[in-house]
C-alpha cells in the first residue's frame, strides 16, 4: 500500500511540476532572443505542429528530468516518468486543441494559448495546457475570446492535426 501511495504521490508531484516547467519554458520563450527564434516562428504560423509532435518535443526536452528520480527509488521513478510523460501528452494535446478548437477546452473558462496567440500576448498567458500558474505569477489577463472567429465547426475531440 505504501509503495502505491508514493508511486501515485510522485505521479501528481511530477505533473503538476511539469506544468509549471511549461509554463516557465514558455515564459522564457518571449524573453530570450537565441532561444525564442523557433518560437517567434510559431507565433508567425499561429498553428501547432500536430500532437505527436509537440509530445516529442516535450519529451525530448525534458527526458533527464524525467530519469533522474529513478535514482531516488524505482517506484519514484516510475511515478514521476508516468506523471511527466502524462502531462506531456496532456500539454501537447491542449497545445493543438488550442490551435484549432479552442472551444473544447472545457477546464479552463478561457483557452490561455488562444487567447496569448490571437491578441498577440507576449506577456500574458503562457500556460499551454492549464491556466493555474499565469494566475499565480500574475500573468493571467482574461478577454472577451468568444468570436465568431474562435467558434469552430461541431468536430469531436479527436478531429485535430495529430502529425
Avoid at 514521476?80 to 490551435?99: N, P, R, V
Avoid at 494559448?113 to 489577463?141: I, S
Wanted: some cysteine.
Amino acid at each position: 500500500m505504501q509503495t502505491l501511495i508514493v508511486g501515485a504521490g510522485s505521479f501528481w508531484v511530477a505533473f503538476i511540476f511539469a506544468s509549471l516547467v511549461e509554463y516557465w519554458v514558455h515564459r522564457w520563450m518571449h524573453k530570450s532572443p537565441g532561444f525564442g527564434k523557433r518560437h517567434r516562428d510559431h507565433h508567425r504560423r499561429n498553428e501547432g505542429q500536430g500532437v505527436l509532435w509537440e509530445f516529442r518535443d516535450y519529451v525530448k526536452g525534458t527526458l533527464v528530468m524525467m530519469l533522474l528520480p529513478f535514482l531516488i527509488s524505482p517506484v519514484i521513478g516510475v511515478g514521476w516518468m508516468s506523471g511527466a510523460t502524462a502531462f506531456a501528452a496532456f500539454s501537447s494535446y491542449a497545445h493543438q486543441l488550442q490551435h484549432e478548437n479552442p472551444t473544447k477546452c472545457f477546464w479552463m473558462p478561457m483557452p490561455v494559448h488562444y487567447v496569448h496567440h490571437k491578441y498577440n500576448m507576449w506577456y500574458h498567458n503562457f500556460g499551454l495546457a492549464v491556466d493555474w500558474w499565469d494566475r499565480v505569477f500574475g500573468t493571467y489577463k482574461p478577454v472577451e475570446w468568444l468570436t465568431d472567429e474562435s467558434t469552430q465547426p461541431d468536430r469531436s475531440y479527436w478531429q485535430l492535426r495529430w502529425w
